[in-house]
């Protein structure tokens, strides 16, 4: 669905996009994510057509973006940052005129504008005026609009940005639903909305890709080395003891906890699972245990991870 | 070509819309209050008084005020607001063509700046009516008065587009296109006052003046040269406008 290969950007005396290059297959639904001005909203000006990349190159369902615009607008509803609306019109109105901007007939319009109201939730405002609704019903606007002319591929532009935690959460429904039938591509600087939503994400940062990959794939990629952690109450010498001789255990730390228990971190010698072992040993020794965890890395982490690793890199 | 209705209808609604509009409609029909009293006064003194559409049109400056306060109000939104909003991005993201959004852009203007003229056409027909001196307003003036209006309503307005299209702010564009249309005004009306017998560039200026292609329009004069001038501005700034679309664009 999308092919960008060695895409740049430069502004006078700053390079916003730096050489990259992904693909992203009809029905994915792909997360962008990297902090502010990592290059996440001009590439997708440069997906959408609205701005022409300094070298590169980007085809949408086939489409050149530089050579064929028009026939890439057609197939892409596209909701720029900050959700632009005109808010002297009345939700239906708005909707209609943009389905007759993109090409739509009088009668067709009339149809999926009816469509997308009930998809997304606008039924009770659509005569209202765009300027009186709450940021979360102007969202759905905004993606209506993005869904009217029925495209193959959806790019949003930080589609959650402002929302309080209900709006938040049916806009990333509606989001999730989208995914079903159409190739989404979303950006974001909430690392939760790419878990929630993302079956693959692309973590952006000065400009260039540090990290593609599924979800689930990143995080076991960048997970502890499947390190276990446990809260014990005993002392750390008969801890340290009991878990000396195990040949599977390579490392151990101890700290103190609240109370009486025992912080204590295990390595693996070689990414075995140690949870049972480690239960094991607590029976036996009949002491009390209240945490038994293996610390999953979130996405938070990789992000913080990756980009500091690359802030490093630089200086 | 109903893309294009449409967007003529979107600029024309947001005109309605928003407060400016009205405020543009306000000062016109005040200024045209002026006028009237002015018509009054020289209807009342003069034993043959001129024309009307010449006392209101071709010596008095009220319709040259309101043109010049008028149209920089009027045009000043059509790109600079967008393009604050954010609403610019999304128009220019749907396949609809550069000069397709600047020619809807200035049609919309042109027709609501007709709009707004429309109430000083009642005041005239109502004159006339009370005056009882039909020689006073003239059917073919007022054909040229009207023709007069449009056209060089259109050249001002094509400016104030140019304007818009510059920049993001509203206030910029309005003071720009504000300044060209007086410039255009004051040199106009310095050089057709001066004496143009036998000088070159002073014929040259003449007929460049817009002040005088009004006179002529509003004593029923319909110059084929005037016209051809005035579109010939207007689609030269209208050019201009895509240009700095494209250009921005590409850039």
């Known amino acids: ?315 | 070509m109903n893309v294009f209705l449409t967007l003529v209808r979107r600029e024309l609604g947001a005109a309605f819309n928003s407060l400016t509009g009205y405020v543009v409609v306000a000062i016109t029909l005040l200024l045209a209050g002026f006028g009237l009293m002015d018509i009054v006064e020289r209807l009342n003194s003069d034993r043959t008084p001129s024309p009307i559409p010449e006392i209101f049109f071709a010596d008095g400056i009220v319709f040259w005020v309101t043109l010049i306060l008028t149209t920089p109000v009027i045009t000043m939104r059509t790109f600079a607001a967008e393009k604050a909003l954010g609403t610019y991005e999304a128009l220019m993201t749907t396949p609809v063509g550069e000069w397709q959004v600047v020619l809807a852009k200035f049609t919309g203007s042109l027709a609501f700046y007709l709009l707004s003229w429309a109430p000083l056409i009642g005041v005239l027909v109502v004159l006339r009516q009370v005056t009882h001196q039909p020689q006073l307003l003239d059917p073919w003036a007022m054909c040229g008065v009207l023709t007069g209006i449009a056209c060089i309503g259109s050249t001002f307005l094509s400016i104030g587009v140019f304007a818009s299209s510059l920049t993001r702010s509203q206030i910029i564009a309005a003071m720009t296109s504000l300044l060209i249309g007086i410039g255009l005004w004051t040199m106009s009306l310095r050089f057709s006052q001066t004496d143009t017998t036998g000088d070159r560039l002073g014929r040259l200026m003449d007929h460049l003046s817009v002040t005088h292609h009004m006179q002529d329009f509003a004593r029923g004069v319909i110059d084929g040269r005037a016209l051809v001038f005035h579109l010939s501005v207007t689609f030269f700034f209208l050019f201009l406008t895509q240009r700095v679309i494209e250009m921005r664009r590409w850039k």
């Open chain 1, 1 to 315: 669905m999308i092919e960008v290969r060695d895409l740049t950007k430069r502004y006078p005396g700053r390079t916003a996009v730096d050489g990259i290059s992904f693909t992203v297959g009809r029905g994915e639904v792909v997360g962008f994510l990297g902090p502010n001005g990592a290059g996440k909203s001009t590439t997708m000006r440069i997906l959408s057509s609205f701005m022409p990349a300094t070298s590169g190159t980007v085809r949408i369902a086939g489409f050149d973006v530089f050579h064929q615009p028009d026939e890439v607008r057609r197939r892409i509803g596209y909701m720029p940052e900050n959700n632009p609306l005109h808010i002297d019109m009345r939700v239906r109105d708005y909707l209609k005129f943009r389905a007759r901007l993109k090409g739509l007939g009088i009668g067709r319009s009339r149809d999926r504008v009816d469509r997308v109201i009930e998809q997304c939730g606008l039924k009770d405002v659509e005569k209202r005026i765009i300027g009186q609704l709450s940021k979360g019903y102007r969202q759905r606007v905004g993606l209506a609009d993005a869904l009217v002319h029925e495209p193959d591929l959806i790019i949003l532009d930080e589609p959650t940005i402002g929302l309080d935690p209900h709006q938040l959460r049916s806009v990333r429904a509606l989001i999730k639903e989208l995914g079903r039938q159409h190739t989404v591509l979303l950006s974001t600087h909430i690392l939760t909305e790419v878990e929630m939503t993302c079956s693959r994400v692309l973590i952006l940062n000065q400009g260039r890709i540090l990290a593609a990959d599924r979800v689930e794939d990143l995080e076991s990629r960048f997970s502890q080395d499947g390190r276990v952690v446990a809260e014990i109450d005993a002392t750390p010498e008969a801890i340290r003891e009991a878990f000396r001789d195990l040949p599977e255990v390579a490392s151990i730390e101890i700290q103190a906890a609240a109370g009486s228990f025992q912080r204590v971190a295990l390595t693996p010698r070689a990414g075995e699972d140690l949870r049972t072992l480690v239960f094991e040993q607590v029976r036996q020794q009949e002491w009390n245990l209240r945490e038994l965890t293996r610390p999953r890395l979130s996405l938070e982490d990789i992000f913080i991870q990756l980009t500091q690793k690359n802030k490093r890199g630089g200086l």
